[in-house]
């Protein structure tokens, strides 16, 4: 086969990472196989771990072997990743252990088929936000009043800030709040859709501050 040919029968493979935590046994799997199948490894925007030009004949033998040391592969459809600030954890100015919060997320909405392409969440552990929390669909801010949510921020060629739609409420408001807002995002959409393009409409189930 020739080089040219070998290049367009690769493909790759996302590892997920919660709270952009790369457990150990992961990076060693990771670290053994792209040694031995060559392949590149990329760390996505999203904290995922990204694995690029994995020939397509290697493709099951490192994801088995990813599979053996613990690593969950991004699929269609499943609920994404929050992507989190280091937060109290690590950071002087941190609110809010990020990660536990993120695992809450996880946990809470694991479940979730048919979450459509490109739907983004973030939190941020103060209102510095890091994470990027007023740029992605959903953004959770905490601050020394509580937790602000927005929604319907974006980046890309019109990139936009997301509007708040609750100030200084407590944890178990902002899950609430965001099992709303998926599930109105997952009625008002077949496909890819940004949340921003949902702000204005008649049914939106929060106000706009
Ligand atoms: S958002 Fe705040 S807590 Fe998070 S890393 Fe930035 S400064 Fe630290």
Same mark, same amino acid.
């Given at each position: &086969?020739?080089?040219?040919?070998?290049?367009?029968?690769?493909?790759?493979?996302?590892?997920?990472?919660?709270? $952009?935590? &790369?457990?150990?046994?992961? &990076?060693?799997?990771?670290?053994? =196989?792209?040694?031995?199948?060559?392949?590149?490894?990329?760390? /996505?925007? %999203?904290?995922?771990?990204?694995?690029?030009? @994995? +020939?397509?004949?290697?493709?099951?033998?490192?994801? %088995?072997?990813?599979?053996?040391?613990? +690593?969950?592969?991004?699929?269609?459809?499943?609920?994404? !990743?929050?992507?989190?600030?280091?937060?109290?954890?690590?950071?002087?100015?941190?609110?809010?252990?990020?990660?536990?919060? /993120?695992? =809450?997320?996880?946990?809470?909405? +694991?479940?979730?088929?048919? *979450?459509?392409?490109?739907?983004?969440? %973030?939190? /941020? $552990?103060? #209102?510095?936000?890091?994470?990027?929390?007023?740029? %992605?669909?959903?953004?959770?801010?905490?601050?020394? +009043?509580?937790?602000?949510?927005?929604?319907?921020?974006?980046?890309? #060629?019109?990139?936009?800030?997301?509007?708040? @739609?609750?100030?200084?409420?407590?944890?178990?408001? *902002? &899950?609430?709040?965001?099992?709303? =807002?998926?599930?109105?995002?997952?009625?008002?959409?077949?496909?890819?859709?940004?949340?921003?393009?949902?702000?204005?409409?008649?049914?939106?189930?929060? /106000? !706009?501050?």
């Amino acid at each position: &086969m020739s080089r040219s040919e070998a290049v367009r029968k690769m493909t790759g493979l996302t590892v997920m990472l919660p709270g $952009g935590i &790369m457990p150990g046994e992961i &990076m060693a799997a990771v670290h053994d =196989l792209s040694r031995k199948y060559d392949f590149g490894i990329y760390l /996505s925007t %999203a904290q995922n771990l990204r694995l690029i030009n @994995i +020939a397509e004949d290697d493709f099951e033998a490192v994801k %088995a072997g990813l599979a053996a040391a613990g +690593a969950v592969f991004k699929g269609p459809g499943g609920f994404p !990743l929050p992507k989190v600030c280091i937060g109290a954890g690590s950071c002087k100015l941190g609110l809010v252990d990020t990660l536990e919060f /993120s695992r =809450l997320v996880g946990e809470r909405f +694991a479940g979730r088929k048919n *979450v459509k392409p490109k739907f983004k969440i %973030a939190v /941020s $552990g103060c #209102p510095a936000a890091c994470s990027g929390a007023m740029l %992605a669909d959903i953004g959770v801010v905490a601050t020394r +009043a509580g937790f602000n949510l927005y929604v319907g921020g974006k980046g890309g #060629p019109r990139p936009r800030v997301g509007q708040r @739609i609750k100030k200084g409420v407590s944890r178990d408001e *902002v &899950m609430y709040a965001i099992e709303i =807002l998926v599930d109105y995002h997952d009625r008002k959409t077949t496909g890819k859709q940004r949340f921003a393009k949902l702000l204005n409409a008649d049914d939106f189930p929060f /106000s !706009l501050e």
